[in-house]
T-cell receptor, first 113, second 118 residues
Framework: DSGVTQTPKHLITATGQRVTLRCSPRSGDLSVYWYQQSLDQGLQFLIQ???????AKGNILERFSAQQFPDLHSELNLSSLELGDSALYFCASSDRALNTEAFFGQGTRLTVV | AQKITQTQPGMFVQEKEAVTLDCTYD???????LFWYKQPSSGEMIFLIY??????QNATEGRYSLNFQKARKSANLVISASQLGDSAMYFC???????????????FGKGTKLSVKP
C-alpha cells in the first residue's frame, strides 16, 4: 500500500459530461502530481501542486483543471469529456527531497462512452 | 529537452535467469533522479529502485539493480533470478527539480513489456 488514495477506482461516463477524480496524498507529502496513461500517449504528466499552489503544468487540456485543498487532498476535474479522454489517471505524491520515490495511487480508470 | 528512451517494447526471459531492461535519458540538469517502476496487469505503479545523479554506487534493491553509466546517460535495470510474477510492464522515469526548489514531475519512457517463461 503506497499510502496514496484515489477515488473512484472506475468511472464510466458519457461524452460531454464532467467528472471529478479525487486524490489523498501520503501523510506529510506536500506535492501532488496528476498523470494520464493512455495507449497512444503513454504516461503523461498533467499538473503538479505543492502545498496548495500550482507548481508545474504539463500536457493538460484546457477542459481539465485541478486544485489542492488546505488538507492537501487534490481533485482533478475533467469536463466536456470526449472518447479520447478514456485513460488511467494516476495521482502521485512526494516530499521535498529529490531522492525519494513518487508514491502512486491505484489509479482511476475512466471510460467515456 | 528532457527525455527517456526505452528501446525494447517487449522482452522474454526464462524463469530463474537474469534480464536487463535498457533505459537512456537526456537532460542538461546536473541534479536529477532516475526511477524504475513496475506496472502489472492490474494497473498499479510499483516503485522498484532509485538512482540519484550524484550517487557514486549503483543502486540495488533485492533482486533489482540499476546499472548507472552517467557518461553514457544510461540507467539499465537488471533483474536477477526472474520469477513468473515479474511479468509486467516496466517503466524508466526521470525527475528533475523545479525552479522553485520542489521536486519536479516524472518523465516516463514508453515502457518494456517483460514476459517470464516457465
Amino acid at each position: 500500500d503506497s499510502g496514496v488514495t484515489q477515488t473512484p477506482k472506475h468511472l464510466i461516463t458519457a461524452t460531454g459530461q464532467r467528472v471529478t477524480l479525487r486524490c489523498s496524498p501520503r501523510s506529510g507529502d506536500l506535492s501532488v502530481y496528476w498523470y494520464q496513461q493512455s495507449l497512444d500517449q503513454g504516461l503523461q504528466f498533467l499538473i503538479q501542486y505543492y502545498n496548495g499552489e500550482e507548481r508545474a503544468k504539463g500536457n493538460i487540456l484546457e477542459r481539465f483543471s485541478a486544485q489542492q485543498f488546505p488538507d492537501l487532498h487534490s481533485e482533478l476535474n475533467l469536463s466536456s469529456l470526449e472518447l479520447g479522454d478514456s485513460a488511467l489517471y494516476f495521482c502521485a505524491s512526494s516530499d521535498r527531497a529529490l531522492n525519494t520515490e513518487a508514491f502512486f495511487g491505484q489509479g482511476t480508470r475512466l471510460t467515456v462512452v | 529537452a528532457q527525455k527517456i528512451t526505452q528501446t525494447q517494447p517487449g522482452m522474454f526471459v526464462q524463469e530463474k535467469e537474469a534480464v536487463t531492461l535498457d533505459c537512456t535519458y537526456d537532460t542538461s540538469d546536473p541534479s536529477y533522479g532516475l526511477f524504475w517502476y513496475k506496472q502489472p496487469s492490474s494497473g498499479e505503479m510499483i516503485f522498484l529502485i532509485y538512482q540519484g545523479s550524484y550517487d557514486q554506487q549503483n543502486a540495488t534493491e533485492g533482486r533489482y539493480s540499476l546499472n548507472f553509466q552517467k557518461a553514457r546517460k544510461s540507467a539499465n535495470l537488471v533483474i536477477s533470478a526472474s520469477q513468473l510474477g515479474d511479468s509486467a510492464m516496466y517503466f524508466c522515469a526521470m525527475r528533475v527539480m523545479n525552479y522553485g526548489g520542489s521536486q519536479g514531475n516524472l518523465i516516463f519512457g514508453k515502457g518494456t513489456k517483460l514476459s517470464v517463461k516457465p
